[in-house]
């Protein structure tokens, strides 16, 4: 039997999300993480990516941290924004300001890491 567990998303601006939820699929440096009620405790870090809750709310983040303990899910980031109040223009710009970032000689590899997943992520969306 499936349990619902808290969730919450905050920036610094205001809390983006509050409910619940019994499942959310999260995009951190380890890979796609999925959450269910009664996981083990965990603080990581989000990676560029989509942020799925029970597939019904989805989030584009670029970065942010995540903690998960009793039942309780927070999501901190401030560069997080709910799919649909993202324009197709804009997310069009982000890619080719990213695909030009990415040419840079003088990133790092981290850094390249970060902008492949944010463009792969923004096609998605698009």
Do not use: W
């Amino acid at each position: 039997m499936s349990q619902a567990f808290s969730v919450e998303i905050i920036s610094p601006k205001e809390k983006i999300f509050e409910g619940k939820a019994e499942e959310v699929i999260l995009p951190c440096y380890e890979g796609q993480v999925t959450i269910l009620a009664n996981h083990i405790p965990l603080i990581t870090f989000l990676r560029p990516g989509l942020i799925e809750i029970e597939k019904n709310d989805k989030f584009y983040t670029e970065e942010g941290t995540v903690e998960f303990s009793n039942d309780k899910l927070i999501i901190l980031s401030a560069s997080i924004l709910k799919l649909g109040d993202m324009k197709s223009e804009k997310v069009r710009d982000m890619i080719e300001l990213s695909k030009k970032q990415i040419l840079d000689n003088e990133i790092s590899d981290k850094q390249r890491y970060l902008l492949n997943h944010k463009i792969d992520t923004l096609k998605q969306i698009i």
